[in-house]
């Protein structure tokens, strides 16, 4: 069965400082990963998907298959980036596996 | 485009009664997909429809969980009898055939059962 693992609940980091969201996944085939992310009283919304190859509002994300791997990071945190981040695999033709999700909390 | 419409967008009720979450998609997607999100385990996949048609209920908890799609711009999650365990944030989603694929969430209904 496909998996994406979220190891990390809750994560906590300085304004300024680099963040890296962990997501590490399992699948048979050839993947395809995205980000979502649902900001305070917004909708979960797409943040970013891997066959892109993109940065969307600085956040940038890997797909390392060696590691099975496709963190998500940013070089300098700031406060509007606190929010709760999903990792997702694609699995079939429309079918989205979720990880359990992570919040990230920036400190001022 | 208002997007993906969900009501209630709250709903409290006791244990042993019915609840029915109702779901408009976008107008022209389709597929419609009914997820759960929880502290425990995160956002889990319920259900979805391709054209009206159910493809997918793997996720569907127990016999006292149902869906329906009569037509392409609604669809509920029934919930029947209703429990405490069964309290989350009941997301739907819609999302366009094709290779620029991407799913567009509702507000989200949050259940309470006490």
């Known amino acids: 069965a496909q998996r994406v693992t979220q190891p990390e609940k809750l994560l906590s980091v300085f304004k300024g400082a680099p963040v890296e969201l962990k997501c590490n996944y399992s699948?048979?085939?050839?993947?395809?990963l995205f980000w979502y992310v649902q900001y305070s009283r917004q909708r979960l919304q797409l943040l970013l998907r891997?066959?892109s190859r993109e940065s969307i509002k600085g956040f940038t994300a890997d797909l390392n298959k060696g590691e099975t791997s496709f963190h998500l990071k940013k070089p300098f945190a700031q406060e509007e980036d606190s929010a709760m981040y999903y990792c997702a695999l694609r699995e079939g033709a429309q079918k989205l596996v979720f990880g359990q999700g992570t919040r990230l909390t920036i400190n001022p | 485009d208002a997007g993906v419409i969900q009501s209630p967008r709250h709903e409290v009720t006791e244990m042993g009664q019915e609840v029915t979450l109702r779901c408009k998609p976008i107008s022209g997607h389709d597929y419609l997909f009914w997820y759960r999100q929880t502290m425990m385990r995160g956002l889990e996949l319920l259900i979805y429809?391709?054209?009206?048609?159910?493809?997918?209920d793997s996720g569907m908890p127990e016999d006292r969980f149902s869906a329906k799609m009569p037509n392409a711009s609604f669809s509920t999650l029934k919930i029947q009898p209703s429990e405490p365990r069964d309290s989350a944030v009941y997301f739907c989603?819609?999302?366009?055939?094709?290779?620029?694929?991407?799913?567009?969430f509702g507000p989200g209904t949050r259940l309470t059962v006490t």
């Open positions: 429809f391709n054209n009206n048609v159910p493809i997918d």
């Open positions: 989603a819609s999302s366009l055939d094709g290779t620029a694929y991407e799913q567009y």
């Open positions: 699948y048979s085939g050839s993947p395809e």
């Open positions: 891997h066959i």
